[in-house]
């Protein structure tokens, strides 16, 4: 019986992983080849993710309906805030992916690094051991080196990255702040903002895109096949949160960079093949920069974390202590002793 237990867990954990992996390397391809001139032209980047908050938001309202997650209070004026920054953030990206190539969009997400470094610096006084700031400094060099020798880059694409990265830093950033202050997960937290992003970019998106490629989506001319990679990249995007939402607890910090590292290596690999006909020995040679940069980031940031939890672990008593707080509390006010982590009432 245990046997049979452990083969059904590792086979939901396998695929759980395979479901992140395919879903988010395939939304890539899908929307590169949605919005590429190369493939169907659809440039409107900003409505694009309008349909993917929608169907997002739809899925959400089910989940909140059937009782599989519980909806937190979160002040209106944050949950939009960090809608604003939400969507800037995927709309920058989906920019960056349709005037860039897939190399260089994804090698521009590895700045993320660096970037959220310095913010948290700034914002938190957070400090850094010297292995951190040294593979943060590696990661800039191979981002560096990919940005000079990258031939397709051109000023529009790469102020877009720009956007894109930055605001996708503090977008996670802002993340790590809202489910600390109300204890709320991050699916319970999509599934909040979803509907106001989804509502603002369909209602501003056709004009952003506009001003942004002279271009209306009235104009547009639907094909079935064009239908249907609209139709493959919001059901991708959903299958993308959703597995993620899946992944969470069920593997370790470490197993979650590596999982990272695959989808790097993934879309690197088939952005060469299937888009990008030109590569460079020292284009190359920066995404191998970068990458190596990117693993000893994340040894190090997973080495200071076991570091401080050996110096100043946990008292066994002050947990029980806080344990019988939190009994003695919840008999005090009559309400149900919440699991933080997955938002429902323990039995």
Known sequence: ???????????????????????????????????????????????LTGFHFSMTALIGLVSNATGNSTRKKVPLWELLWFSVVANTSITGMNLSLMLNSVGFYQI???????????????????HYSDKVKISVLVVVVGVG??????????????ICAC???LSTSLQQISIGSLQKKYSIGSFELLSQTAPIQALSLLLFGPFVDYYLTGKLLASYKFSSAAFFFILLSCSLAVFCNISQYLC???????????LGHMKTVCVLILGWLLFDSELTLKNILGMAIAILGMVVYS????????????????????SEENVELLKQQQQSDGSPLKDVELGKSQP
């Open 1 to 47: 019986m245990d046997s049979l237990k452990k083969q059904s867990s590792a086979v939901s954990d396998v695929g759980a992983w395979a479901m992140n992996v395919v879903s988010s390397v395939g939304l890539i391809m899908a929307n590169k080849q949605l919005m590429s001139p190369a493939g169907y032209a659809f440039v409107f980047a900003t409505t």
């Open 108 to 126: 521009s997400k590895l700045s993320m690094i660096p970037v959220v470094c310095v913010m948290e610096w700034i914002l938190h006084s957070k």
């Open 145 to 158: 080196v990919c940005t000079v020798t990258d031939v397709k880059v051109n000023a529009q694409g790469f």
């Open 163 to 165: 956007v894109a990265v």
């Open 248 to 258: 969470i607890g069920r593997f370790s910090a470490t197993s979650f960079q590596v």
């Open 299 to 318: 040894w190090a940031v997973e080495a200071d974390k076991q570091a401080e939890s050996k110096v100043s672990p946990l008292p066994k008593e002050a």
